[in-house]
């Protein structure tokens, strides 16, 4: 076959050049196994990991989670998914039943739960996550211009004092 690149020209061959990247060896991995700092470390790190495991079990939105089908039986025994849900999704979760209540975050849930499509690669953590994170400033938005939909008692307005404290440490106002 004839590839023509320009008028009057032709290709008569075609050369590669292939260099493999050349890789930094870690040659100090047998060192690592020894020193008392980085055994220390992943130590700490795999015991927070079973406290996380074991607080995300307990935790009333993996229960949610599963009734929505959002988890299954395999996510459940999943070390690294139940720590990541523990550590990344319920805390904004938390912020959400603050705002809405338990009913919130389970309406939230049904919502997430009717949009998912199934995959055959699943990053349920980052689902979820990105889920709540685009859901948390619409329920912000929602509060401030429908507050009676808000779940949170307002606080008590502060006195002239209490706020002059914020800004002047130590002063006393007389009238």
Do not use: C
Request: hydrophobic share 35%; aromatic share 8%.
């Amino acid at each position: 076959s004839d590839f023509t690149v320009k008028k009057g020209r032709s290709i008569d061959s075609i050369v590669f050049h292939i260099e493999k990247k050349p890789v930094a060896k870690n040659e100090n991995y047998k060192e690592e196994q020894q020193d008392t700092v980085y055994l220390q470390t992943k130590a700490d790190r795999e015991a927070k990991q079973k406290m996380l495991f074991a607080e995300a079990m307990q935790s009333p939105y993996t229960k949610l989670l599963g009734e929505k089908w959002l988890i299954n039986v395999a996510d459940m025994q999943d070390i690294s998914t139940m720590t990541g849900l523990a550590e990344k999704v319920y805390p904004l979760y938390d912020e959400l039943k603050e705002a809405r209540g338990l009913k919130g975050v389970e309406t939230h849930l049904s919502y997430v739960a009717s949009k998912q499509e199934g995959y055959s690669k699943r990053n349920v953590v980052k689902y979820l996550k990105t889920a709540i994170e685009g859901y948390l400033p619409t329920v912000a938005l929602q509060d401030l211009e429908q507050p009676e939909r808000a779940n949170t008692k307002k606080p008590k307005p502060r006195t002239l004092e209490e706020v002059a404290k914020d800004f002047l440490p130590g002063t006393v106002i007389v009238y």
